[in-house]
C-alpha cells in the first residue's frame, strides 16, 4: 500500500513565505522620546519666570526699605539683583530683553541716593502685592502643569512599557513557532499575541496623543501667559515710576529709564527667542498625530501571525438551537478561533473557543452548513473539557466549502456526515461508502482522499482513529503514516 502523503507536510510546502518588511517612514512601537522632556522644559521655564518675577519682588522690597535709609541703603537694593538671572540661558541676552532690562536695573539704582517715608510706605502697600499676585499665578500654573502633562507623562511611559512587555512576548512566541514546526498553545498562537500588541498599541497611541494635546495646549497657552507677566511686569514698573516721580529728579529721572527699557520689552519678545533656540525640543502643531496604522514593531509580518481563512459564520447554540454570528480564523497554528468580532481596538481579543484542529473531526459539506467535532482548548481547564459538535453556516454555499477545504487540510478526521442528520448513519452503510470510496483500504475502515483509513464507528458514523495493533497489522507503525488522522489518539 503506498503510504499517505502528510497534510501537514503539504501545508508547508504549499504556503508562501512572506519576509518581514518595515517601512522607512513607519513610526517606531515604542518611541526613544522622552515623554516627559516638553514638560521639564516648560517647568523650567517656569521657574525661570518665577525668580525673575521674584527679583522684582525684591527689588521693590529693598526700595522700600531703602526709603529710610537714603543712599547707604540703595547698596543693599543693587545686592539683590546684582547676580544673573537664575535659569538665565531662557531669556535673550542681547539688549531688548528681560535680562537686558535688569541690567539697566542694576545701572540705574547705583545712582539713587535719596529717599523718603511716604515713598516707602507707597511702594509696600501698592507696588509690591503686583509682583507677589504674578509670583502665585506662576506657582499655580506650575502646580498645573505638573499634575497635567506631567502626569500624562508618567501614563504615556506606562503604556508604553507594557506594550513593549507584549511585542517583546510576540517575539518569543513567533521564534517558539518557528523551532517547534507551528505547534503552540492556543494563548501563545502568534496570531492572537499579535492582536493583544495592537490592542495595547491603540491604548498607547490614545495616552501619547492625550499627553500630546495637553502639552500642545500648555505651549499654545504660554505664549498668552509669558505675555500678561510681560505686562505685569510694566503694570508694576509703572506704578513704581509714579511713586519715585515725587523724588528728585535724578531719581526720577533714573527710575524712568528702567521704566523706559521695561516697557519696550515687546510681549512675544522673550517667546519669540525661547521657541527659536528651542524649536528641537518643543511640539510643532502642524505635525500629524500618530495612527496605528503607521506603526510597525518586530514579527509583524510573521507568517504565523497570517491566517489561512478568516471571516464571519454563523454558529448553532448549544440551548436555544439558533445561529449567532461570530468572526472566525483558522490560523497557521492548525487553531480554529472564534471571536466575537475583528475589532482589535474596543476589546483585548481573546477567543471564545479555540478548537485544535489536528485533534479535530470535520463533517461533510451541506449547503451552507458544515460541523466542526472538537473540544475548546482555550482556557486552563480545557484538559478537562468535553468534545463538543459545532455547527457552523456560511453566508453561500462557496463559502462553505472554501471553510470545509481549508479546515479538512489541517483536520485529524474527516466524516461523511452531514450537519443535523436526523438519524445516525447506519455502520454497514458507512463501512460500504468508505470502502467504496478508499479503493485497496483494509476491510472495516474509512478513508478521507489520500489519508489513511479508520474504522467507523457504528454509534455516530464518524470515522475514529485506528488503534495501535490496527496499526501494526496494516503495516502503517507509528503516527507517521496517517496523514491528516496522525495527530489524534482520541475516538469520537
Request: charged share 25%; glycine share 8%.
Amino acid at each position: 500500500m503506498a503510504s499517505a502523503t502528510s497534510p501537514q507536510s503539504a501545508h508547508h510546502t504549499n504556503l508562501p513565505t512572506r519576509s518581514t518588511t518595515l517601512s522607512s517612514d513607519a513610526d517606531d512601537a515604542i518611541p526613544d522620546e522622552d515623554a516627559s522632556e516638553a514638560t521639564k522644559l516648560f517647568n523650567e521655564r517656569l521657574s525661570a519666570w518665577k525668580h525673575a518675577c521674584a527679583y522684582l519682588e525684591d527689588y521693590v522690597s529693598a526700595t522700600e526699605k531703602m526709603q529710610h535709609a537714603h543712599g547707604k541703603e540703595y547698596e543693599k537694593v543693587l545686592k539683590t539683583v546684582s547676580h544673573p538671572l537664575k535659569e538665565g540661558h531662557h531669556f535673550a541676552q542681547e539688549l531688548g530683553g528681560v535680562a537686558g532690562m535688569f541690567d539697566n536695573i542694576r545701572s540705574n539704582t547705583q545712582g539713587i541716593s535719596n529717599s523718603h517715608y511716604d515713598t516707602a510706605k507707597t511702594l509696600k502697600g501698592s507696588v509690591l502685592p503686583i509682583f507677589e499676585r504674578l509670583h502665585t499665578e506662576i506657582k499655580h500654573k506650575t502646580k498645573e502643569l505638573t499634575k497635567g502633562a506631567g502626569k500624562g507623562a508618567k501614563t504615556v511611559d506606562k503604556a508604553r512599557g507594557v506594550s513593549q512587555k507584549h511585542i517583546e512576548l510576540l517575539g518569543q512566541h513567533t521564534a517558539s513557532y518557528d523551532s517547534h514546526g507551528g505547534h503552540v498553545k492556543a494563548a501563545e498562537d502568534p496570531y492572537v499575541l499579535q492582536r493583544q500588541v495592537y490592542h495595547r498599541l491603540n491604548k498607547q497611541v490614545l495616552e501619547e496623543n492625550n499627553t500630546r494635546d495637553d502639552v500642545l495646549s500648555v505651549q499654545n497657552s504660554f505664549a498668552q501667559f509669558e505675555a500678561h507677566i510681560l505686562k505685569t511686569f510694566q503694570n508694576g514698573m509703572s506704578q513704581f515710576n509714579q511713586v519715585v516721580t515725587n523724588q528728585a529728579e535724578q531719581t526720577r529721572t533714573m527710575y524712568g529709564d528702567m521704566v523706559g527699557t521695561s516697557q519696550r520689552i515687546p510681549p512675544d519678545f522673550e517667546w519669540n527667542g525661547f521657541v527659536h533656540r528651542n524649536n528641537n525640543v518643543l511640539i510643532d502643531p502642524s505635525a500629524p498625530k500618530r495612527t496605528v496604522e503607521n506603526i510597525a514593531f518586530p514579527n509583524q509580518d510573521h507568517r504565523s501571525t497570517k491566517p489561512l481563512i478568516a471571516g464571519s459564520l454563523e454558529k448553532k447554540g448549544k440551548l436555544l438551537k439558533r445561529y449567532d454570528t461570530g468572526f472566525y480564523v483558522v490560523t497557521p497554528s492548525k487553531y480554529l478561533h472564534e471571536f466575537k468580532t475583528d475589532d482589535d481596538f474596543a476589546k483585548d481579543p481573546s477567543p471564545e473557543n479555540s478548537l485544535y484542529l489536528p485533534d479535530s473531526l470535520i463533517g461533510a459539506v451541506d449547503g451552507v452548513k458544515f460541523t466542526v467535532k472538537g473540544k475548546d482548548v482555550s482556557s486552563a481547564m480545557s484538559k478537562l473539557s468535553m468534545s463538543h459538535e459545532f455547527q457552523f453556516k456560511a453566508h453561500t454555499p462557496q463559502d462553505a466549502q472554501r471553510w470545509h477545504d481549508i479546515i479538512s487540510s489541517v483536520a485529524g478526521q474527516t466524516t461523511f456526515e452531514k450537519p443535523d442528520s436526523s438519524a445516525p448513519s447506519s455502520p454497514v452503510a458507512s463501512r460500504s461508502d468508505t470502502m467504496s470510496s478508499a479503493g485497496t483500504a483494509a476491510p472495516g475502515y474509512g478513508t478521507t482522499g489520500n489519508t489513511m483509513a479508520s474504522p467507523v464507528d457504528a454509534k455516530t458514523g464518524y470515522t475514529a482513529s485506528p488503534t495501535t495493533a490496527e496499526k501494526e497489522a496494516s503495516g502503517m507503525g507509528g503516527y507517521g503514516g496517517m496523514g491528516s488522522a496522525s495527530t489524534s489518539e482520541k475516538r469520537y
